[in-house]
């Protein structure tokens, strides 16, 4: 028996050789409508339901799908109704029409609840053994899930319970998981212990756990796991202590630990290693993937990487002391030493470095001194250095003035010294002296 909520249930009901898990506090014979009797009705067919136990009301739209028909039951004056809803539409849930029906010869359940004002999570679903997939279709709303038999099931959809806020406690994935696919749990924030992958899992997708903050401990990954896709665990602050990565991982995308603030890093595949608690790809380009954010102590750059990675020093505010990019270095992508405010000392980009991504130094409000870009510079992103109060001038190597935003630096109105003969540089933003004061061709 799988579960995906950890919130108890009571006891166990037999409806026509199928299960009916009641939570602990429902009371069928308290109900407006005897759900047990109306839900026995449908002995052969896949049969699901959702419901609200609280008299708020919300707007259900039921989308249309083959093999899939809907049914919302009602009491009248004592008398239970089933009717039929037409799928596509949307109609109220809630009130005294407290549950919705599905009665489907399709495989998978679809639900998607509008976001109300004071409907704070009262939803249920229930679904029989034979649903083998759900679509909470970015429902913030939904509060319970119980899945009667996935022993079957191969993997967790995409956007499965994606927003799914109200979903409280710890989870269990089943053992028979092989893919749990992109935003499967993304923004699950109420999903809280430890996580347990189980190791018939090969393939954890995008943005899977993105921003589960209430996971907690050693994030564990089996040595089944072969793919860590983009931000996988982005954002789940509540994970400590050490990571390993298992010998079995071939890939792991644009830092799918983002923000997550592990001490220690270890990996014991041959397609990635660790250099001063920085994971870094072994094979094709020498990429520096992330840092283990909760590290304390100074930071050395392997000599021959290629690409610092979007996010890969995010909030490493922990790093201290000077900074020395390594002349291997081509591109220093977006968020990669943001809010990294330990840095001090100058700032030196190498001339190997031909891109600067989005916010990639905000906020590294320690630097100071003079900061060079070299001369191998053609793109600097959105708030590349905004804001670093304490460079007393900057100075650009190259003698074509590289493409910037607006934004790339802030109204500190420090001197900017380029190269004699440089063009390009006699245009905003360069020219606003809100940014830099003069411009100055001596180098």
Request: proline share 4%; net charge negative; glycine share 10%.
């Amino acid at each position: 028996m799988a579960y995906y909520s950890a919130k108890l249930w009571g006891k166990k009901r037999v409806l026509n050789m199928e299960a009916f898990i009641a939570p602990a506090n429902f009371d069928p014979a308290s109900q407006p409508l005897n759900i047990v009797s109306v839900f026995g009705e449908y002995n052969n067919a896949n049969k699901a339901y959702i419901y609200s136990f609280t008299s708020a009301i919300a707007t259900l739209t039921l989308p249309a799908s083959a093999g899939i028909t809907y049914r919302w039951g009602e009491t009248i004056s004592g008398v239970d109704y089933v009717n039929d809803v037409v799928s596509g539409t949307a109609f109220t849930a809630g009130s005294t029409k407290r549950y919705v029906i599905v009665n489907s010869t399709a495989t998978s359940l679809y639900a998607n609840i509008s976001s109300v004002d004071g409907f704070n999570g009262a939803i249920w679903i229930y679904c029989s053994s034979k649903i083998y997939a759900i679509f909470a279709q970015s429902n913030t709303y939904l509060n319970y899930v119980h899945c009667e038999n996935l022993n079957s099931n191969t993997s967790i959809w995409i956007n499965a319970f994606y927003g799914c806020k109200g979903l409280t406690g710890s989870l269990t994935i089943p053992d028979s998981v092989t893919t749990i696919e992109t935003n499967a749990f993304s923004g699950c924030k109420g999903l809280t212990g430890t996580l347990t992958i189980p190791d018939s899992v090969t393939t954890i997708e995008t943005n899977a756990f993105r921003g589960c903050t209430g996971l907690t401990g050693t994030l564990t990954i089996p040595d089944s796991v072969t793919i860590i896709e983009n931000h996988a665990f982005n954002g789940c602050t509540g994970f400590t202590g050490s990571l390993t990565i298992p010998d079995s991982v071939t890939t792991i995308g644009t830092n799918p630990f983002y923000g997550t603030p592990f001490t220690h890093l270890i990996s014991n595949s041959s397609y990635f290693e660790v250099y001063d608690e920085v994971l870094y790809t072994t094979t094709g380009t020498i990429t520096a993937i992330y840092s283990a954010k909760g590290y304390s102590g100074t930071l050395t750059l392997k000599s021959n990487v290629v690409i610092i990675d979007n996010g890969c020093f995010y909030n490493n505010n922990l790093r201290t002391g000077s900074l020395t990019i390594p002349d291997t270095v081509t591109t220093i992508g977006t968020n990669a030493f943001y809010n990294c405010t330990g840095l001090t000392g100058s700032l030196t980009i190498p001339n190997s470095v031909t891109t600067i991504g989005d916010s990639a130094f905000s906020y590294c409000g320690k630097l100071n001194g003079i900061a060079t870009i070299g001369s191998g510079i053609t793109t600097i992103g959105y708030s590349g250095f905004y804001p670093i109060p304490l460079v007393t001038e900057w100075h650009i190597l190259s003698l074509v003035a590289p493409s910037v935003q607006i934004n790339t630096w802030g109204n500190y109105a420090k001197p900017l010294h380029v190269k004699i003969g440089a063009t390009g540089y006699n245009v905003a933003p360069f020219t606003n002296t809100e940014i830099f004061s003069s411009i100055i061709y001596d180098l």
